[in-house]
């Protein structure tokens, strides 16, 4: 069930991310008995370097130590076909994406996400399970979507920004006409289980257009770290992104990206 639907919104990219306590005899070598069982879905590889605070314990960069690289912590990305569905894992972290490409592509909505997330989920547990690990103790699940409103599109000057965020109408002050075009914040999620993170930029894309960047990701721990209690929070976090979205951009925009529910 879609809380809020849009047929053609302006969404670029998605992403349903677990954090879990790291597993500390993870190394390079794991990845690629990883990718073996994601491969048929995901034929293209990518290493990374990892996200958030990475810990180099172990490891001696004086000059002349033998360092174990196979201990590095980085990142991989396994990626399908198309380049636009990919899985993220380190030794923290698993994270599957949709990100939309320079092809045309159809925007792929949570719930058809969902159950690729769940499958995806599995494998790399079952993987863990057969490899010795424990199964993930899960520190924070959340759900990210970014969207990019385009400058010919949606708004032509920065000026016009106010017609898509309702908010923005209001004067910052009484003495000067102060114009914002971009913001961030946090906010406590209800009943303070997580928060609610905004982000709003302009940005000059890699094709050279301009555009408002605005993120927004819902995060928070899970009461548990069974499937069970991670799928209802994620499905929680993800109706609490979409409808803010819905509840804070304008109904003019909103026609534009044909909002029919």
């Given at each position: 069930m879609r809380p809020v639907?849009?047929?053609?919104?302006?969404?670029?990219?998605?992403?349903?991310?677990?954090?879990?306590?790291?597993?500390?005899?993870?190394?390079?070598?794991?990845f690629g008995l990883l990718w073996e069982r994601f491969r048929r879905a995901y034929p293209n590889a990518e290493v990374r370097l990892p996200t958030g605070k990475p810990q180099f314990e172990g490891l001696d960069f004086t000059s002349g130590a033998e360092i174990e690289l196979s201990k590095l912590p980085l990142r991989?990305?396994?990626?399908?076909?198309?380049?636009?569905?990919?899985?993220?894992?380190?030794?923290?972290?698993?994270?599957?994406?949709?990100?939309?490409?320079?092809?045309?592509?159809?925007?792929?909505?949570?719930?058809?996400?969902?159950?690729?997330?769940?499958?995806?989920?599995?494998?790399?547990?079952?993987?863990?399970?057969?490899?010795?690990?424990?199964?993930?103790?899960?520190?924070?699940?959340?759900?990210?979507?970014?969207?990019?409103?385009?400058?010919?599109?949606?708004?032509?000057?920065?000026?016009?920004v106010a017609t898509i965020f309702p908010f923005w109408e209001r004067q910052l002050t009484s003495r000067f006409d102060f114009r914002p075009y971009s913001f961030t914040f946090t906010a406590a999620l209800p009943g303070n289980q997580g928060q609610l993170n905004v982000l709003c930029s302009p940005v000059l894309r890699a094709d050279g257009r301009q555009v408002i960047q605005f993120t927004i990701s819902s995060c928070g721990k899970p009461p548990g770290s069974d499937d069970k209690q991670l799928m209802a929070w994620i499905d929680q976090c993800h109706e609490y992104v979409v409808t803010f979205f819905a509840d804070f951009t304008s109904e003019k925009a909103q026609m534009a990206w044909r909002r029919t529910k």
């Open positions: 639907d849009f047929v053609d919104p302006p969404v670029v990219e998605t992403a349903i991310g677990v954090v879990f306590a790291p597993m500390k005899s993870w190394n390079l070598l794991h991989c990305a396994f990626l399908d076909s198309a380049r636009n569905q990919s899985v993220q894992v380190q030794s923290n972290s698993f994270v599957r994406n949709w990100r939309k490409t320079d092809e045309p592509v159809r925007y792929v909505h949570y719930d058809e996400i969902r159950p690729l997330f769940v499958e995806d989920w599995s494998t790399f547990k079952t993987f863990l399970n057969e490899h010795g690990f424990q199964a993930p103790e899960i520190w924070q699940a959340e759900v990210t979507y970014v969207n990019h409103i385009v400058r010919g599109r949606e708004w032509d000057s920065l000026l016009d």
